[in-house]
């Protein structure tokens, strides 16, 4: 396997007092067969990212509510 993709959701957005933003995502879900985020369900269940961001414009890319799909690779 070469890599493996996840799906995540930002779920908060908050600024920090170091001046950093923490993103906080979680796993998509749904129960409809017919729905795209069914087959990470069924891969990924569950799970929890934060980022902590110190460009403005970074952060700003990132949307309360917006799902966003994470690919991991061996480095």
């Given at each position: 396997?070469?890599?493996v ?20 995502m ?50």
């Open positions: 396997m070469e890599s993709r996840a799906k995540f959701k930002v779920g908060c957005k908050q600024e920090c007092p170091s001046g950093a933003t923490q993103i906080s979680h796993a998509v879900y749904s129960s409809d067969p017919n729905h795209e985020n069914k087959v990470f369900t069924d891969e990924t269940p569950s799970g929890n990212f934060i980022l902590n961001i110190t460009k403005p414009g970074t952060a700003a890319f990132f949307e309360i509510g917006q799902e966003y799909y994470l690919d991991f690779t061996k480095a």
